[in-house]
């Protein structure tokens, strides 16, 4: 199934083996490029865990040390037939130079990468637990797509370098962002930027999921193209959110097609022949995880050609990994962590909805707004957030009117917690 020199190479796995045990520095070099598993040949594999071992020991790594380990502490006299000082030796006696090293590991990591999929594409799905072996299969793609091989460091040059071009994206766009069409935000803040992720949380009802079309649909209206994921609402109850938001008119009104008359009607269609036309893609699948979600974005991407946004509603319904022995306080961590990761590689801001627990419904007077720790389920989403911001409404907290008496129905606030990169709020 596997071809020589195509999806492995002993010659290369050796070189690199040989070269660090003749140069004590080689084996720093690579570590973190390559794991053990990552090698064709067993032996090469347990070889290069005893590197990794001493390594982390702080044990130094040449030709008589690894045989003292391998013999001494591991109890091993013999490698593929061989005593343990003549393999070891043989590693090393075409090896001049250890100045390709890097580039070899690099290699080696693919060819790993290439059998991993060749064993995952013929292995299929054979269990009773079809969707748990799917979405382990995901994971692993996932985990395989993941795999990079850019450096560690950069030098403090190419740093200024992308300020400055940065910084030329800025003057273009006249220091703002993805404008979200909320003056107070754009303006203090200029909007959303590539890489944020920002979670807005709410009690239920609240109105967080309009809050979000809004947002949307400014941003569609100034030519971004964005994606809304709704774990929550079908296809059907989208689209009437979304005519509610553009036409004025009741969301039972529209889902139920109760017109008042046929001037509304009228009204109705000549609204959303113009929504219509908004570059905002939707998906309403449920039991989605964050590989899914992952694998929708870049589909999207493809698909458009360029991505601006993702709207996720919401993150506690996102499935977890399947895993029985996880708690879901440690689920939510995790997901929170994956959706901040799709933000950083696609390079778009990621909005993300989120429930808060029911504590902040029983503090009164100034503190009833919401505070950080009111995210429910996980303390981890408001460090991994970029911006955090809250919808609180007065009237679904059971505060019926104002300090002036008026009726606070139909009123909500916007109240900003954290802003990254901004002063503390």
Known sequence: MFKKHVHYSLELETEILGACLLETSAFSRIYGMLEPKNFYSDEHQKIYSFLVEMFDNNLPISLLSVFDYIVRRKRIDVFSGSNTAYYL????????????IEYFAYVIKQMWIDREIITLTHSGVKGENTRSEIYQLQTKLTELSGVNFTSDWQDMDELMIGLVKHQDEMAQSK????????????????????????????????????????????MARSGAQVGFISLEMNNNEIAARFAALDTNMSFTEIFRGLYQDENQKDYFYKQISKTSNLPISVSDKTEVNISEIKAKAYKLKH?????????????????????????????????????????????????????????????????????????????????????AMF?????????????????????????IRKWRMESQI
């Open 391 to 415: 919808l609180h409404s007065d009237f679904k907290s059971g505060h019926l009117e104002d300090e002036s008496g008026n009726t606070t129905e139909g009123q909500a606030d916007i109240v």
């Open 175 to 218: 220091g703002k962002g993805l404008l979200t069409g909320f003056n107070t935000i754009d303006k203090l803040y200029g909007g959303f930027f590539k890489g944020q992720m920002i979670v807005i949380g709410a009690r239920p009802s609240c109105g967080k999921s309009a809050l979000a079309g809004q947002m949307a649909m400014n």
């Open 303 to 387: 698909k458009k050609g360029r991505l601006d946004c993702i709207i996720l509603d919401y993150l506690q319904l996102v499935d977890g990994d399947n895993q029985s022995n996880r708690n879901r306080e440690n689920e939510v961590a995790k997901i929170s962590r994956g959706c901040k990761i799709i933000a950083k590689e696609l390079e778009v801001p990621l909005i993300i909805l989120c429930q808060l627990n029911r504590e902040v419904e029983k503090r009164k007077g100034k503190e009833r707004y919401p505070q950080l720790s009111d995210f429910r389920e996980s303390g981890a989403i408001e460090q991994d957030a970029d911006v």
């Open 89 to 100: 030796t043989g590693l090393t006696v075409k090896i001049t130079s250890t100045a390709n």
